[in-house]
């Protein structure tokens, strides 16, 4: 598989790295992670800044009862989860991503004539939400903005906008106040996991018409 | 742990992993969990919260002590990324993205850090160093990046300072650190 080319950023890798990213943020890039070695490199190293932070951190000493009540539960069978059944057309994606499937078959709606999607059950604030949405092929997606932060993988296919080319695993981050108009290619479909924080907001005159139907 | 004639935390793992060695986990769980339980103090938890965090923690530790590789991470790292998981499991009640162990196998041939010839113990060593090497200014936004449960939007807010300029003090923490990481 060809590398990706779009990666996230160290603030935001930090973030994820220190486990300060919302849920969702963090599907995004763990699953981006499942397509990039480089990236996997770059948060072990910013995990061992963790551990280097938390060892020289002075102890706050555990209540009398805490090695007693430890050494009781050493024996304690763990609780065993089973990895849950992985969508047949999900097969070939990451399994950062697999767990946090709805379920064994993914429920697709349509959201207009070319565009489906999938709402995934995973935590975004701000009434954002995290999703899969399926692009046909030659579709512009429309210009819309952002009320808030929005991140984006691709599974499967790509897209290409005005800051370039995007194929599977490359990450995109837009901020607040960006504007962008997504085109997919005449030849093949594309696949996104989109996490976004508060509804997007869209230009024109048809797009306010679709807006409430979309519910971006 | 530094003290050089008691085994490492690394080899106090791998004790647990190959005999079960509660002798060997009570000397890890007597260093590390008081360090867990304060960062979650730091992170804003109660002190029940961060003790009940600190034992899940260590009850992992024990759990899953053979899927630890030292040649990978040092053991605080390995730690660390338990702690952290934990604590989004039991304060947010999620649980937290991170690389999949199945994904894992499939990588096999993923870099170790830096290069081999120093320990991983050695270069976490070094890693102290730098961070507290760093300009007072880049160490305040690493730590807070760790220690406070907020975006950067709001360390911005905390400091008095621009968001541009947090981005660029991690950005320039992060070239200074990755050296001593062994790359550039
Ligand atoms: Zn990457």
Known sequence: ?216 | MSDRDSPTASQLIQCIAQTEDRAAFRQLFGYFAPRIKAYLLRLGANAAQAEDVAQETMLTVWRKAASFEPAKADAATWIFTIARNRRIDVLRRERYPTLSDEGQDQRPDDAPLADETIGVTERQRLLQKAVAALPADQAEVVRLSFFEDRPHSEIERALGIPLGTVKSRLRLAMTRLRKVMGEE
């Open chain 1, 1 to 216: 598989m060809a590398m990706p080319k779009h990666h996230p950023n160290d603030e935001t890798l930090l973030a994820y790295s220190s486990g300060n990213l919302a849920q969702g943020f963090a599907l995004t890039v763990s699953t981006h992670l499942g397509f990039c070695a480089d990236c996997r490199h770059r948060t072990a190293e910013m995990e061992q800044l963790g551990g280097a932070l938390l060892d020289e951190l002075s102890p706050a000493p555990m209540d009398d009862a805490a090695w007693n009540a430890i050494a009781a539960r050493l024996d304690e069978a763990p609780t065993v989860s089973t990895a849950p059944t992985v969508p047949q057309e999900a097969a070939a994606w990451p399994r950062e991503l697999t767990p946090y499937l709805p379920g064994p078959t993914l429920p697709w709606r349509a959201l207009v004539p070319g565009v489906r999607h999938v709402t995934l059950p995973v935590g975004i604030p701000k009434r954002g939400n995290v999703r899969l949405v399926r692009i046909a092929p030659d579709k512009a997606v429309g210009v819309h903005g952002h009320t808030g932060r929005e991140m984006t993988v691709v599974l499967e296919g790509g897209f290409s906008d005005v800051l370039g080319h995007y194929g599977p695993g490359d990450f995109m981050e837009l901020d607040e106040g960006v504007e962008h108009e997504p085109v997919t290619p005449p030849s093949s479909h594309c696949i996104c996991l989109i996490a976004v924080e508060s509804p997007l907001r869209f230009r024109g005159f048809l797009a306010r018409l679709l807006q409430p139907i979309l519910g971006l």
